[in-house]
């Protein structure tokens, strides 16, 4: 960080080389910290069965939206 302090004039050359300290720090801090895990690691409660539910449940909506959300009657 002595460029900054050294000088009021940085190049673009310095400046660059400040940015690839500050991500460098920054991915050595995520691999450090942020937990790593698989897709479903936080829901090893969910079924096949549950993946059926959910994609009707979204069908269902869609069908829903494209009748105009109504109200009333058989779509509602």
């Known amino acids: 960080m002595s460029v900054l302090t050294s000088s009021n004039n940085c190049d ?9 300290r500050i991500v460098a720090v920054l991915a050595a801090g995520e691999n450090q910290y942020i937990p790593r895990c698989s897709k479903n690691y936080f829901k090893f409660w969910w079924t ?29």
Do not use: C, H
């Open 12 to 20: 673009v050359e310095e400046l660059d080389k400040i940015y690839e």
């Open 48 to 76: 096949e069965e549950l993946t059926a539910l959910k994609q009707a449940a979204i069908n269902t909506d869609r069908l829903w939206k494209a009748a105009g959300k109504p109200r009333s009657g058989q779509n509602f």
